[in-house]
């Protein structure tokens, strides 16, 4: 064999053995050599494509559409490449990279182009790969709930994902991107005191911290960051992990607030039950006293006023027990709507009139196990309140009742949730409204916004009382001269009995007030206990119900607020008629002088000081019908 | 006349309800907690209990339980004031337990002696 055949061999087995595709192509597109891998990844024999056009191998179209071009560049004497798949017979569609080389005789005419093709199928897989990698963590950095950005050493913000931009209360990345951490820090120096931090110890978990956002918000924050070194050891940049916390430290407050409250309700319970004994031995004393004076004597008058302090300092012990929960109660199934409805009806009945009252009850019924009276002063004091911090400039209270599902309910109360629906009501003010720190302490007992000396500072602390105690919660949020709302969460019951009516014979109350509202709480109260309630508001109708034996009732609730029918009218009445029926008065616990008449007069068998529980109302007509 | 046992930690307030009951003439023991009252229990001169719920050593309710079971046709009357020993419906207890009437403190005594009178059947003479 020649040397020359023998240079030809080895090129040719070198060609064949190549693991690319090659072949070489004429000026008229027509194939002229193709290498063994050629044939073998086309499953074609050589002498098929040898003298074909590129055409007649891959279909006119393809021709005219991609190769020819190409082709055509490449006779300029130009090297091109491209990408591009070919079906190559039981492998499918692959993906080859084609360069296009022009093969120049030695005069420099370009005659020929040599034409590889090399498989990337496995490159584009793996670039593939990459590409998909990095579009997954991109998405899981954005759609992260923890804020996360990388900033240089210097603290200038490179990247934020959207939860920061949350946390920032700021929809424009790129304002953010422009701007430095520093800025954000509420503390100055902060961001100084973290890089020497990460400096020693790359990695570093800061307590909680604020971060001051877009819109001037200050952001608890838990932040924990890493530092990054380049090649030279030198601090690259430092990525943080952000975490707002303001509701974890919400949370946290409201259980500290919660503990508080059990505190002080244990230690006032402590003391008024002290207080109870001491008043027990001051009012027998009293009583013992008045049994041995002369009725009506100025001493006797005297020892009346040491009773009416020691029923006044009760009415004070009594508040306490039920902020600490230490009062017995009475329940009752009772339609929440329908107290409602009636406290509105009592509240838009004396309200100023630059004072507007909405309110929104759906119509479907809720029932809740509760003592009426006492769910009555939970949803006056707080319409009260309200109106109260509106009176000098006016506004509108809002009351809102909702059923709720209690699943849904469980996100929001700091305890375990006992119903599957709960009454949602909400009492919305436009008032005065108040800062945190005063809010963190309106349901701890004797705190009072008022001068001193206006009221005990009891209203909010025992409502807290009666709500925890019904299995509720009462939540507040305020901001100073927007307004304040206080959301009161309680479980609808479904299956409590009802009780059962005692007296076989339906005993006849009769009720006299100034207030249908309350009367109307009364009977809602008094439903189902097989009595039969009588309201009267105004004298005529009095007399002609006591005159008459057949409509006399036998036991009368008398409430002191009864503009119509007054203390005089009632002793009258009972003198003329020479009648014995038994009377209970309820009172305010400060005695007015006619009260004080009444009380004396002889015909108050029993005396109640307010607020009144559903226990104490039943006990006395139990008493009084006995 | 009828005995009565006041159980009462205040001294206090035992001192008054002794005063008010002697003024009826009544006889008078006393106990100054549960315990007292359990161990020093003569049952046939004692006809009505008046006991505190809430006391040291043992409580009113052990007492109402105690004594019922030492003398069945004793009265008895809890007396309470709530508070102290955390939220707790005591006074229904003792209502459950047997008491024969529950006033809660500060109460009339008055209300308390008719109550007396009353359970003991004694002509009351206001």
């Known amino acids: ?626 | 006349m009828p005995g009565i046992l006041i159980v009462e930690d205040e001294n206090e307030l035992r001192e008054m309800l002794k005063i008010s009951l002697l003024r009826r003439n009544f006889t008078v023991l006393e106990a100054a907690n549960g315990k007292e009252a359990i161990i020093h229990f003569k049952p046939s001169i004692t006809d009505l209990v008046v006991t505190d719920i809430i006391m040291p050593e043992e409580d009113g309710l052990k007492v109402v339980m105690k004594l019922r079971e030492l003398k069945p046709t004793l009265k008895i009357i809890a007396i309470s004031g709530g508070g102290k020993a955390g939220p707790g419906n005591y006074l229904s207890l003792a209502n459950a337990l047997g008491a024969d009437a529950i006033y809660s403190k500060p109460f009339s005594i008055n209300d308390l002696i008719a109550k007396i009178e009353e359970l003991l059947n004694i002509e009351q003479n206001t």
């Not at chain 1, 963590?137 to 050493?153: A, Q, V």
């Not at chain 1, 329908?338 to 507007?356: A, D, H, Q, R, Y």
């Not at chain 1, 299956?495 to 207030?515: C, Q």
Request: overall charge neutral; proline content about 3%.
């Open chain 1, 1 to 626: 064999m020649s040397s020359l055949a023998k240079e030809k061999d080895i090129s040719d087995q070198i060609i064949n053995h190549s693991r690319s595709m090659i072949s070489i192509i004429n000026r008229n597109y027509v194939y002229e050599k193709v290498n063994a891998t050629f044939c073998n990844a086309h499953r074609i024999v050589n002498e098929s494509v040898v003298g074909k056009s590129l055409a007649e191998v891959w279909g006119n179209a393809t021709f005219q559409d991609i190769i020819k071009s190409k082709i055509d560049e490449c006779f300029t004497g130009k090297t091109v490449r491209y990408e591009a798949f070919f079906h190559i017979p039981e492998s499918g569609k692959r993906y080859f990279e084609v360069v296009f080389r022009p093969l120049a005789l030695e005069t420099g005419v370009i005659t020929h182009l040599l034409a590889e093709t090399f498989d990337i199928n496995d490159l584009r897989r793996s670039k593939q790969a990459v590409i998909d990698k990095e579009e997954e963590l991109r998405k899981l950095e954005t759609n992260l709930p923890i804020g996360f950005l990388r900033c240089n050493p210097d603290g200038k913000i490179l990247q934020v994902n959207k939860a920061f931009l949350k946390i920032l209360e700021c929809q424009d990345e790129v304002l953010v991107k422009n701007m430095n951490l520093k800025n954000f820090y509420s503390d100055e120096g902060f961001f100084e005191l973290q890089y020497k931090q990460l400096l020693e110890c790359n990695t570093k978990t800061f307590g909680r911290i604020y971060l001051k956002n877009c819109k001037g918000n200050e952001i608890p924050c838990r932040i924990s960051g890493i530092m990054a070194f380049d090649e030279f050891t030198n601090p690259a940049f430092i990525d943080f992990a952000v975490e707002d916390s303001s509701r974890e430290l919400m949370l946290e407050n409201r259980l500290l607030q919660a503990q508080k409250l059990e505190t002080v309700g244990a230690l006032a319970g402590g003391i008024a039950h002290d207080f109870n004994n001491i008043l027990t031995t001051i009012s027998g004393y009293a009583e013992m006293l008045k049994d041995d004076l002369p009725k009506d004597s100025a001493l006797s008058e005297k020892v009346s006023k040491i009773q009416g302090a020691v029923l006044k300092a009760r009415s004070i012990t009594n508040q306490i027990l039920t902020f600490s929960r230490q009062v017995e109660q009475e329940k009752i199934q009772i339609s929440i709507s329908k107290v409602l409805k009636e406290t509105i009806g009592f509240v838009k009945s004396s309200i100023p009139s630059n004072i507007i009252v909405r309110s929104h009850i759906p119509k479907k019924e809720a029932d809740v196990f509760a003592d009426p009276t006492q769910l009555f002063r939970v949803f006056l004091n707080l319409m009260t309140n309200a109106i109260q911090s509106m009176e000098e400039k006016g506004g509108t209270l809002s009351v809102n009742l909702a059923i709720v599902d209690g699943k849904l309910v469980k996100h929001e109360l700091s305890k375990d949730i006992v119903a599957d629906e709960y009454a949602l009501l909400t009492f919305k003010d436009t008032g005065k409204g108040m800062n945190p720190s005063l809010m963190s302490r309106i349901f701890e007992p004797f705190f009072t916004t008022r001068e001193v000396g206006k009221g005990t500072g009891l209203g909010l602390s025992v409502i807290h009382g009666i709500i925890t105690e019904m299995e509720g919660e009462i939540l507040v949020s305020s901001k100073k001269e927007k307004g304040t709302v206080f959301y009161v969460y309680l479980p609808i019951s479904k299956d409590y009995p009802v009780l059962s009516a005692k007296s076989e014979r339906r005993k006849k109350i009769l009720f006299i007030t100034g207030n249908k509202f309350e009367s109307r709480i009364l009977s809602l109260a008094l439903k189902n206990t097989g009595y039969e309630l009588i309201y009267i508001s105004d004298n005529q109708h009095l007399i002609k119900v006591m005159a008459s034996i057949s409509d006399r009732p036998d036991m009368i609730i008398y409430m002191s607020d009864s503009k119509q029918i007054h203390q005089e009218d009632l002793v009258g009445i009972f003198n003329k008629l020479k009648i014995n029926t038994p009377c209970v008065l309820i009172t305010d616990p400060n005695l007015e002088l006619s009260e004080e008449k009444i009380l004396n007069s002889g015909i108050i068998k029993q005396h109640l000081i307010k607020p009144v529980s559903l226990k104490e109302i039943r006990n006395a007509i139990q008493i009084s019908l006995k």
